[in-house]
């Protein structure tokens, strides 16, 4: 699923808003830190990777589980789209999971919290349902990086814990920290072990993969969609002024000149400066060339897609809130049509739509289709298949913990149950009211007690099904089943990589270094000696690493 529908304050798509753009640059974009040239290798606890290929007898056996059949079949990996909800809900999950045992769950939360255990009749509903008691914690999601390292480090985890992959990556030596905190499940999930827990079985198995840490399967997976962002336009505007949308950079740029209006407080973009180095083909992170590895900042495409960034704030056509980096909320920009094209999370098309057709309803946005800066095949940068874990604490007994892997596999229940209804939207009637497309629609008691929870407490298989929104469904489908098989090749595809921690510090102030050229505080010649510095402050150091990577899984 993409997005909670009218009401919902927090949601995956918020969570997936928000996130994939540190994915992209944190997890995705590769930054390595400064570390000196003999710094840690895989394994010497400094950094680790694992090759996914050589997991198989830790994760489980794959059981296909199909609620509904989809209108639109996903193509290249791309979620299979719903274009109605249906009318008889599948059980997915038989008898009451749990046996009546109580639980704390820490996961992310954007926006107020809702009333607690006692005062909250969505949680009574859903824990009946559960047969155990989930008591949630909640942590702001802006902040979320702050509250788990310091509870990493302070070894105090509770019983489920819900923690972002990009988190993950910034956590110092989590590899080594996960299999002292959290409960090993591969005893529990691997191979048939998996059995009694069916809609965690149906679960991609490169996912599961990903949430392998030390040789132990350490937490359930949430399966990503391939592709995290691309570049939104108000297709509303679009009908009305007649413009095209672009297929070429050189076509982007023509069209933020005809766009762009200031004295109309119209501009053509806000920043789109990671999916401009997708259009010009810029790899994701690492190249293979020549015999070795070429990081993005020494390719040719990356010092194109820098100088293209630059003419486009030479030419004034970002709004000025966002060139000046004064912290302007683009989305809202975006919202009001200040903006009308800029890159975001795919998320941001239903988070949109919830926030403004209700109050303009011919409001209208799309994804510009894939394209590459000369109108050739697109390199588009794929996600990990992956993008967080649920972990159990560990010494909780074979019981408790086969417990909360039965309340965990009723949360992975996937669109077309009866479950995802329940922990997605509670009661009918008094948590939501289907509208005339049979869409949930939250009443005002459940704006005010439904929460995503038990949603972020497991993962599930992606369906695009938010058929309450016009032209939604088969609009993305149609984008994503084209976008999809315009993968990059990626040297790493496959391993699990988390990097040494001493390679972090290198990373902001090259991304600072950059980002001054790009608003014209510095010179694109200046790019040359800005990489030189990352090199020698942790750059060929990370080359090593990652070297010795390829050579320890066959891949050199």
């Not at 969505?122 to 349902?129: G, I, K």
Request: hydrophobic residues 35%; glycine residues 10%.
């Amino acid at each position: 699923m993409r997005q909670p529908h009218p009401g919902v304050q927090t949601s995956r798509r918020r969570f997936i808003g928000l996130t994939g753009a540190a994915t992209a640059a944190l997890a995705g974009g590769g930054l390595l830190s400064a570390c000196a040239p003999d710094g840690p290798r895989p394994g010497d606890g400094g950094g680790t990777a694992a090759d996914l290929d050589r997991l198989d007898a830790l994760v489980p056996d794959h059981i296909p589980f199909q609620a509904v059949e989809p209108d639109i079949p996903g193509l290249h990996g791309a979620p299979p789209g719903f274009t109605s909800y249906p009318e008889t809900l599948v059980r997915a999950v038989e008898g009451v999971p749990g046996s009546g045992g109580s639980y704390q769950a820490m996961a992310p939360l954007w926006g107020p919290i809702p009333p607690g255990l006692g005062r909250n009749s969505f949680y009574d509903l859903v824990n009946a349902e559960l047969g155990a008691t989930v008591d949630f914690q909640f942590q702001d999601g802006n902040t979320i990086i702050d509250k788990m390292n310091a509870v990493i480090a302070a070894r105090d985890v509770v019983d489920i814990t819900m923690i972002p992959d990009w988190v993950i990556n910034l956590i110092p030596s989590f590899s080594e920290a996960a299999p002292q905190l959290f409960e090993d499940l591969t005893p529990y999930l691997a191979g048939g072990a998996v059995d009694p827990y069916r809609m965690l079985a149906s679960l991609p198995t490169d996912s599961w993969k990903w949430s392998v840490f030390g040789d132990r399967l350490q937490g359930v997976p949430w399966p990503t969609d391939p592709l995290s962002e691309w570049i939104f336009y108000r297709r509303d505007l679009f009908d009305e002024h007649g413009w095209e949308v672009p297929g070429t950079a050189d076509e982007l740029f023509a069209l933020g000149e005809e766009v762009n209006d200031p004295r109309g407080n119209r501009w053509a973009f806000g920043d789109f400066y990671r999916v401009v180095r997708q259009v010009f083909r810029a790899p994701r992170e690492w190249r293979r060339e020549g015999g070795g590895l070429v990081h993005r900042y020494e390719t040719p495409e990356f010092e194109e897609a820098v100088a293209f960034m630059r003419r486009v704030y030479d030419a004034g056509l970002v709004h000025p809130d966002i060139a000046s980096g004064s912290g302007a909320n683009s989305k809202e920009l975006f919202n009001s049509g200040a903006i009308v094209l800029g890159q975001d999370g795919l998320g941001a098309w239903t988070e949109t739509y919830q926030a403004m057709l209700g109050q303009s309803p011919d409001f209208r946005m799309d994804l510009v289709p894939a394209f590459a800066h000369d109108g050739g095949t697109p390199s588009l940068h794929r996600n990990d298949p992956s993008n967080q874990s649920v972990f159990v604490r560990k010494d909780l007994g074979e019981d408790r913990v086969r417990e909360i892997l039965s309340v965990l596999d009723y949360c992975a229940a996937p669109f077309g149950t009866a479950e995802y209804m329940t922990y997605r939207y509670g009661a009918e009637g008094e948590h939501y009211e289907p509208d005339d497309n049979g869409a949930p629609r939250l009443t005002e008691l459940g704006q005010k007690e439904v929460s995503n929870g038990y949603l972020f407490i497991s993962g599930r298989n992606n369906a695009v099904s938010e058929s309450e929104y016009p032209d939604y469904v088969e609009s993305f489908t149609t984008w994503f089943n084209d976008a999809a098989q315009y993968g990059e090749d990626n040297p790493f595809e496959g391993i699990r990589i988390q990097r040494p921690s001493s390679y972090a510090s290198a990373e902001q102030p090259t991304e600072d270094k950059i980002e001054d050229i790009l608003r014209g505080r510095r010179e694109v010649g200046e790019l040359g000696d800005i990489v030189a510095e990352w090199r020698s402050d942790g750059g060929d150091a990370a080359r090593d690493f990652y070297a010795d990577v390829l050579v320890e899984y066959g891949r050199d």
